[in-house]
């Protein structure tokens, strides 16, 4: 039963319980709690309690939830997490462009055992959370010096969300400047929340498509793109594909020289922070994802931070409430004179700033460089591995080294085999990994997936997924069967590659179910 | 002839029906060095020079990835080297239609534009290969024709350019297809990457056949005789509705599975231009689907295959419909100001030079750089040959005019910039 060391391969079987969902076990009276009543001395004071909520907001009917007992409400989801793989029990680099890294489990004690971070609530005065103030003022020093801006907010919730809050920032700037700019410019391998957030900010987008020698886009290609209506260029470096636009500072003048602002999606800067500054190429306005960078575990769609830098000039229109220091106190201040508002409730994530806070802490310096270099260290090793294996290629930039991560094709396998990348990753499940990550939109690389071993994974890690996916290859030559009914060690066997694109058809919640199955 | 239909009669048998045809002949050009194998003196050339006969194995190959569905669906077919033969030897089951020609007739007259329904030239032609009955494009047509009025739910043909031609001549837009690839030349987006990639395609397509995402994708073909004095001059036939399936479809190589692109954004981009524009300007559109659709947004009736000219002074309406290239300019040369909307034909990424030569270099020429709109589905444009769009005008100083990087209108206030190269 024991791991194969010879093959690196894992005799692997996960739980499957068979668990119906929640709302099928619902029996009518259980109860998980039962609540008990309020006291005669809190009832004379509070007098009828239904009352309390005004009649225009009273339910009519009581919620459908399920009723299930405490006992079985906990076996059903301790069954639930034994059906699921992740970041804490496999090794999990195929989540390329993720960052997933180990975030050290002391972060997470603190965070929900600490009375001064767990019990803080954010309308509390603030001579009351002074630590928790400091806090957010520590680590925005900490990343102004990663970063080289001059201010930073740690409102924005996520990625996507700070740049939705940096292109608020470039309307309000053109409108004070009354300059009439309505485009902006980003690369096809650019994060796509690049193009989106822009463009649901009312911004018509321009997208670049990447020169093949050199992976992206070339500066007459993005000369020709800008104009005296573009606002800004929205990008990412090193893109997608892993690959590092080296001359990015002549793409950001070349920004400027039209009197466009130039914002740099650092989303992932794992590969390059300690190393280069977004300051020193030029750009004006920044974002680093706390949750998965900086340590905070990533997944889920949340929590996050985006945590969003900007120049000295386009400090004033920050997001609102920014922590202050005036030599004796920390404090909230909602004086900026051009802010862009307040772009979430009360000040943002606090529990991701104390995580990144104590893992910036716990590095120093020289630890975050140091972090860089393993992350680009592992990614080297992973892409001299993996390019080897029968079936995988790599698209454009031939010979040059991608950063932190790389986006790879099995297209060479689905032409030999007819075997693809959705085939492949059904098929990982059965060897203890979590289904890779294959590509942001549009799909562009044929058959893609994307690796990305941070510096969390050793050597032993990465020869374990390394020797899967050789595993994978081999089987999809030599014995195609066991792929295409995989998987088979997973709680749901013989998944089918299937997309769903009629609405009818999608039920996102049970309500949902029982209305578009009732006959 | 209503076997389908009998087949699904009261729900009582819910199979997917396959209509199955095979150019046997397809391909036998290609080893050959031919560059083709339209017209019987060049078949029989082909078989002389050791070409062989390929499109049967081809067709096998694709129908192999179906080896479990044989409960689930039913063909239909000639029998032979048209379809029969191979499904016998897979073991499907399948009805036979005969067809009412014995032998090869009416080889295509290249340079023509097809139009549906079925038109037969006249030129008749007797070929002896060695693969038993011989067989022509009239046989395809029939066969399709007959499919279609059976209501089989996806059409499957194996072949090249030629017979994608001959099956959009029979059915048109109106039923499904699927194309494996078989012939030597391979220029419509019909058919899927491979044969392998085809079954794949097909059998997506079964496991939900009424509510498969689908797209009107080109029939394209090269004029062999040219290409063998090494001109290569591809034309726009006309259109077949295939599935939509990412990597699996010649073109498809990007995959647009997540993509919101559509026709109706650009329309939309287009109309929001021609409110900015004046009145008197007049608006030149192009051919293919893509302009075809956007037009359709714009309340017009275009032509699908033509170019047509459009005014909006007082209302929008279409002032010269599917125009030759001396009615086309003598229509734009003297307005105020001429806008022009093309878009790419197919992988090839053509903007002019390919099932456009109505707009000649000089009706090109009376209209200003900003006012060539370049519209395509973004899909299509990731799938392009090193992104890049080619013009191909016949005028070689026009064609390095338009040269350069241009922003082609991919949504509504969306654009990608792209390489226009000659």
Known sequence: ?519 | MLVAAILKKDGEVDMVTLGLIINPIAGVGGRAGLKGSDGEDIQKLALARGGTLEAGAKAEVALAELADLKGEICFLARPGAMGGDVLEKLGFSYQAIEGSFESARMPRSDGAVDSPPAKSSDSAADLQSGAGAATSAEDTVEAALQMASAGVDLLVFAGGDGTARDIYRAVGLSVPCVGIPAGVKIHSAVYANNPKSAGQVIRRFCANPTTASMVESEVMDLDEDLVRQNIVEAKLHGYLTVPRMQNLMQQAKASARFSAHDIEGIAAEIADLMQAKAESTVYIFGTGGTTYKVMEHLGLQGSLLGVDVVAQDGRRRIVLADASETELYECVKDAGEVVLIVTAIGGQGHIFGRGNQQISPRVIRLVERDNLWIVSAAEKIYGLENNTLHVDTSDPELDRELSGYRKVITGWQERIVCKVEA
């Open chain 1, 1 to 519: 039963m024991d791991q194969d060391y010879k093959k690196l391969l894992r005799n692997f079987h996960q739980a499957r319980w068979d668990e119906p969902i929640i709302f099928e076990m619902s029996t009518p009276g259980e109860r998980g709690v039962l609540v008990p009543a309020a006291s005669a001395e809190v009832q004379e004071a509070i007098g009828d309690e239904a009352a309390i909520i005004p009649e225009s907001l009273r339910r009519k009917a009581k919620p459908a939830l399920p009723e299930v007992g405490q006992m079985r409400v906990n076996r059903h989801y301790m069954r639930l997490s034994q059906q699921t793989l992740g970041n804490d029990v496999s090794v999990d680099i195929g989540q390329g462009t993720c960052t997933m890294k180990y975030s050290p489990k002391v972060q997470e004690h603190l965070v929900r055992s600490n009375p001064d971070i767990a019990d803080i609530h954010p309308l509390q005065d603030e001579s009351t959370m002074q630590g928790l103030l400091q806090i957010y003022h520590e680590t925005e020093k900490y990343m102004k010096e990663i970063s080289g801006m001059d201010a930073f907010s740690f409102q924005p919730g996520g990625g996507a969300h700070a740049i939705y809050a940096n292109a608020l920032i470039v309307r309000n700037y053109f409108k004070d400047k009354g300059e009439d700019r309505d485009e902006i410019v980003t690369t096809i391998f650019s994060h796509p929340a690049d193009a989106g957030a822009p463009a649901t900010c009312g911004f018509k987008v321009v997208d670049l498509m990447q020169d093949n020698e050199l992976g992206y886009p070339t500066l007459e290609a993005f000369k020709e793109a800008l104009s005296e209506k573009t606002a800004a260029v929205f990008i990412t470096n090193p893109e997608d594909t892993g690959i590092f636009n080296p001359r990015i500072a002549e793409y950001v003048q070349a920004a400027h020289d039209v009197g466009a602002l130039a914002v740099y999606d650092q989303a992932n800067v794992n590969g390059i922070m300690g190393i280069t500054r977004a300051k020193e190429a030029g750009f004006d306005l920044i974002h680093y994802n706390l949750h998965k960078t900086f340590s905070s575990p990533h997944g889920g769609m949340g929590p996050g931070v985006g945590a969003l830098g900007a120049t000295k000039e386009l400090e004033p229109y920050l997001p609102v409430p920014q922590v202050k220091f005036d030599g004796e106190k920390y404090y909230l201040d909602c004086g900026l004179e051009k802010t862009v508002g307040k772009v979430r409730a009360f000040f943002g994530n606090a529990a991701i700033l104390v995580r990144v806070y104590m893992w910036i802490r716990s590095l120093g310096p020289e630890g975050i460089r140091e972090a860089a270099l393993c992350s680009v260290l592992n990614n080297q090793y992973t892409v001299k591995k993996v390019s080897a294996i029968p079936g995988v290629t790599m698209y454009y930039a031939d010979g040059i080294r991608r950063i932190e991560q790389c986006r790879y094709s099995w297209e060479q396998l689905k032409e030999d085999t007819g075997l693809g990348t959705e085939d492949v990753t059904r098929r990982l499940v059965d060897y203890g990994m979590e289904h890779y990550w294959q590509s942001h939109h549009p799909h562009i690389v044929p058959e893609p997936f994307t690796l990305e071993p941070t510096e969390s994974y050793s050597k032993k890690d990465l020869d374990e997924f390394i020797a899967v996916l050789q595993q994978i290859s081999w089987e999809a030559y030599n014995d195609p069967d066991i792929i295409r009914t995989a998987p088979h060690n997973a709680p749901v066997h013989g998944i089918k590659n299937y997309y769903e694109t009629d609405p009818e058809k999608i039920m996102c919640s049970w309500r949902q179910y029982l209305k578009k199955t009732a006959k």
